[in-house]
T-cell receptor
């Protein structure tokens, strides 16, 4: 089984709809992240969480919200989706310490019509 | 704000050739630098991580170097194979007041021709 899973893997929705993307991890890591990837722009950080009670905005948090329901679960919500939120979304996890590296989920491809 | 540049954006080489991918960055106050691989439509896989105090790391046919003074890193791939075809991303973990963020380059898309 994959260590970092994302659901759904693909989603098509309409402008104005509320969407939730979910991420779960079995690695026991304390830190979790949400990124979006757009052609020509690379990966950009949306939100990150260093533990259940810690939520931080990343580079592009406007239009998004997150919830850290448990150490293993971190969800991303689009309250009112718009077409320029069409992108590939990745969840990642890491453990604090020397040599910290991030482990990525397989991604969710979101299309907002 | 950290800026990460990867050159070239795309590279095509014949199988068996040795190659170098480049990454440059503007802020040398980093914890570490990582090279990732991304296959089409898939997530990222970490290849090598170089700590701020280190100069290079090796894994199989891959060797990554870090020169903080010049703001550069290279990923050397020896004896390239068609299975190496993917996009390679450089990412830096910076520290700052209240932040701890990974900044990515836009990647180099590598095609190894059989």
């Amino acid at each position: 089984d994959a260590d970092v899973t994302q659901t759904p893997r693909n989603r098509i929705t309409k402008t104005g709809k509320r969407i939730m993307l979910e991420c779960s991890q079995t690695k026991g890591h304390d830190r979790m992240y949400w990124y979006r990837q757009d052609p020509g722009l690379g990966l950009r950080l949306i939100y990150y969480s260093f533990d259940v009670k810690d939520i931080n905005k990343g580079e592009i948090s406007d239009g998004y919200s997150v919830s850290r329901q448990a150490q293993a679960k971190f969800s991303l919500s689009l309250e009112s989706a718009i077409p320029n939120q069409t992108a590939l979304y990745f969840c990642a996890t890491s453990r604090q310490g020397p040599g910290e590296t991030q482990y990525f989920g397989p991604g969710t491809r979101l299309l907002v019509l | 704000k950290q800026e990460v540049t990867q050159i070239p954006a795309a590279l095509s080489v014949p199988e068996g050739e040795n190659l170098v991918l480049n990454c440059s960055f503007t802020d040398s106050a980093i914890y570490n630098l990582q090279w990732f691989r991304q296959d089409p439509g898939k997530g990222l896989t970490s290849l090598l991580l170089i700590q701020s105090s280190q100069r290079e790391q090796t894994s199989g046919r891959l060797n990554a170097s870090l020169d903080k003074s010049s703001g550069r890193s290279t990923l050397y791939i020896a004896a390239s194979q068609p299975g190496d075809s993917a996009t390679y991303l450089c990412a830096l973990l910076n520290s700052g007041a209240g932040s701890y963020q990974l900044t990515f380059g836009k990647g180099t898309k590598l095609s190894v021709i059989p």
